[in-house]
């Protein structure tokens, strides 16, 4: 058995041990049929295996990974009470993998599959804001610190995969997993994707031991489904695909990433699960990706409207590129398939043998098993607790500030908190969140306490989606006797035990008593703020009490309801565990804000699309009835003080085609000094119009970007580099090329406030 034997490289392991493989073992290495949280259960004797898992090891002779093992929320109904205790977590993935290793006749260790959109999806995992939130810090190397703290944490439970959104570019906002999406913009979701990769896997392929394999979903076009509808198709030709949406994968790949998950959606009538040239022409062939693709829940059965079979739904998957199932039924049929003559168990070798190669690579082969002291020590531990702050900090965008009225006084002598997002904290968690311990995570309100000498007087006043005023009374009461009102309004993508979910796990949120405004399968056609929000602000505006508004929310909501009834309006997305304490800073000064939008927010739902890099026309874009521009731009964010930008200056003002080909660069440079009196972070944005081209470009695009931190009357020169690819477009051929021309360049403090110079690339 040369697979056993470490002196050899992993193709020669893996090739010993495929030959040696039944029909029946190699397709139980492609399906992860079972939820994983059905594997065990919870007696007076401890955690124990069920018949279930066994007879699904029994079904492949082994099998492929195990998802959610670890996972809780109202779908899976784990909680405290029946789940697996943390410290026990280790012992619990030991035993399973000792189960399979022991009741098999290859031994093959175990993938133990788990969700991490923002954070481990299990008891006392650490919650993170979501991508929405950390798109807005604009800094990818304090994501990459964070998601290598969220490694630890799964890998110390014995895990090894991590499922993870960074895909999904925010074209939609309507769409509920919009709160997913790391930006609308390209670039930055690729530097965050980059960044989360780094994180989870490290920069160094024999240091997998000890990391998770990033699992990047979902490829592709998701945020892009017509009428913002969950899993809906994505109407784009090959050309926006590129431009926008393959960015993020790429980015992945070049990093190192070892997987990918299938979208659900259609693109231009090919089911991604189905879409050959993505998964297998674009992913593998052109960019080289040499890790697994793994299917969406139960997405590969949704192929039956099309294939007729399960059989058939499987060889169509298969054949397109996905490797390992989710759910599905087809995935169990793929020995019958094969036998029918449907497919080739050529195919089902590829597969196997990319997840086979995944498994050495992390180690499984050599050492299957997990310290059980390690998730005692390495779970919610201080410096992840103080990490999430910082994210949580950096991620709230300060969008209004009339007449300074923050930071506020910690002095103030009576402050009223107001708002269903003022004290719920699953409100500010998001979707795929574990079940929260009662003293975990702090509230706006708890902050707002923890930081203020003030009396501080709290009243609900409405519910996010409800239509009922009875709590109006008391909260424009609190909002008379105080001296500023902190509105906690937004959205919510708070689970609970009383909605129905999907065969997938997507919430179905209809006249049930769910907040729900937000998350997987909660879409909107209004962008308002739900329910009876809006009406409160303008009540509590009526009393004369000025309003600082708090928004809690996972996508960007309209907000042309409420801005002028506010003095200052705080955007803190969904902030996570520590981000009532982030908020509570910097409403009283103890934190500079320094987020900045990732993406732009609307006026109206009517004017969608409203991200800010659209095609030119060539003219002013305009409606008679709205304004065209957004309400807040991408890019934009206030700060406690004033940053002055001067002296935007090119090292080369031109350069020949073939220098930029030669892995040449232009340098932008930009001066950039903060003139108030307080410190404070600066993100410095560099945007390009190409002015001559062969195919219409956009009106900007981002291609570089800085954060900085300036103390008072500081100034820094912040330069940052063009290269080929960001100065290269898909021509009228669909070629990647460099064309001849003049290109404007914007750089400032957003996608509006720019200084602009010029620069011509020259032919030959």
Request: charged share 25%.
């Amino acid at each position: 058995m040369n697979y056993k034997d470490k002196s050899l490289s992993i193709d020669e392991r893996v090739e010993d041990l495929l030959s040696q493989m039944t029909l029946k073992e190699k397709v139980g290495q492609l399906n992860q049929k079972m939820h994983g949280w059905n594997a065990y259960k919870k007696t007076d004797k401890g955690i124990e295996l069920t018949d279930e898992f066994k007879e699904q090891v029994a079904f492949g002779d082994g099998m492929g990974a195990l998802y959610g093992l670890f996972r809780s929320d109202p779908w899976s109904a784990v909680t405290y009470e029946n789940g697996i205790p943390t410290k026990d977590s280790a012992v619990v993935t030991n035993e399973i993998q000792r189960y399979i290793i022991t009741n098999t006749r290859l031994g093959i260790p175990l993938l133990f599959s788990e969700e991490c959109p923002h954070g481990h999806q299990a008891l006392d995992g650490t919650m993170i804001p979501t991508n929405i939130g950390v798109g807005s810090t604009w800094n990818p190397k304090l994501m990459e610190e964070v998601y290598g703290l969220v490694a630890e944490e799964i890998r110390s439970r014995g895990a090894h995969l991590g499922l993870i959104s960074t895909l999904d570019i925010l074209r939609e906002p309507r769409w509920g997993r919009s709160e997913e999406c790391f930006s609308e913009d390209p670039y930055l979701a690729a530097k965050m994707t980059e960044s989360v990769v780094y994180g989870l896997q490290g920069k160094s392929p024999e240091n997998l031991h000890n990391k998770v394999a990033a699992i990047l979903k979902h490829f592709c076009a998701q945020g892009a489904g017509e009428g913002g509808r969950n899993a809906a198709p994505a109407n784009i030709g090959e050309r926006e695909l590129r431009e926008i949406h393959l960015l993020g994968m790429r980015a992945g790949v070049n990093a190192g990433a070892l997987g990918c998950m299938a979208a659900y959606n259609e693109i231009d009538g090919i089911p991604c699960h189905a879409n050959s040239k993505l998964l297998s022409d674009i992913l593998r062939d052109e960019w080289g990706f040499e890790g697994v693709v793994m299917a969406d829940g139960v997405a590969v059965d949704r192929l039956l409207m099309q294939a007729g079979s399960y059989e058939r739904a499987a060889a169509m998957a298969l054949e397109a590129g996905v490797d390992l199932s989710l759910w599905d039924t087809s995935f169990t049929r793929l020995e019958d398939a094969v036998r029918e003559g449907i497919t080739s168990e050529s195919y089902i070798d590829r597969a196997v043998k990319r997840i086979l190669r995944l498994k050495f690579s992390l180690g499984l082969f050599d050492n299957p098993f997990t310290d059980e002291e390690l998730p005692g020590k390495v779970v919610g531990n201080v410096t992840f607790q103080q990490k999430n702050l910082q994210v949580a900090r950096e991620s709230v965008v300060l969008l209004k500030n009339q007449s300074n009225i923050l930071p506020l006084s910690k002095e103030l002598k009576k402050m009223a908190v107001i708002g269903p997002n003022a004290d719920e904290i699953y409100n500010q968690l998001g979707d795929y969140t574990a079940i929260q311990r009662e003293s975990r995570g702090t509230t706006i309100l708890d902050g707002i306490c923890q930081l203020s000498h003030s009396e501080v007087t709290y009243a609900k006043g409405c519910s996010v989606r409800g239509n009922s005023r009875e709590g109006f009374n008391e909260a424009i009461q609190a909002a008379k006797m105080a001296d500023v009102a902190i509105v906690a309004i937004g959205g919510s993508s708070m689970r609970n035990f009383d909605i129905s979910f999907d065969n997938n796990g997507a919430a179905i949120v209809t006249d049930n008593p769910s907040d729900m405004d937000c998350g997987e399968g909660v879409d909107l056609a209004d962008l308002s703020l739900g329910g009876m929000q809006e009406e409160l602000v303008k009540e509590i505006s009526a009393t004369g009490t000025k309003i600082v508004a708090v928004l809690i929310q996972g996508r960007p909501h309209a907000l042309t309801g409420i801005a002028d009834f506010c003095e200052a309006i705080l955007c803190g997305w969904y902030p996570g565990q520590e981000g009532g304490r982030a908020i509570a800073e910097i409403l009283f000064g103890d934190v500079n804000p320094s987020g900045k939008l990732s993406v732009s927010l609307p006026r109206s739902s009517s004017q969608l699309p409203v991200y800010y890099n659209y095609k030119d026309q060539g003219r002013k874009i305009h409606y008679i009835d709205t304004p065209a521009d957004p309400l807040y731009p991408f890019g934009f964010g206030l700060s406690y003080t004033t940053f002055e930008y001067t002296n935007f200056r090119l090292s080369k003002s031109k350069i020949n085609r073939s220098f930029l080909q030669n892995d040449g660069h232009v340098e932008v440079s930009i001066d950039v000094k903060n003139v108030g009196d307080i410190a404070g972070a600066e993100v410095i944005q560099l945007y390009i119009k190409d002015l001559e081209a062969s195919v219409t470009r956009r009106v900007k695009e981002l291609k570089g970007f800085a954060k900085v931190w300036l103390d008072p009357n500081e100034s820094k020169s912040v330069s940052l580099s063009l290269k080929k690819d960001d100065l290269s477009i898909w021509n009228n051929n669909m070629e990647f090329v460099i064309e001849p021309g003049n290109v404007k360049l914007f750089a400032g403090k957003n996608s509006e406030e720019t200084l602009e110079t010029q620069l011509l690339i020259e032919d030959e």
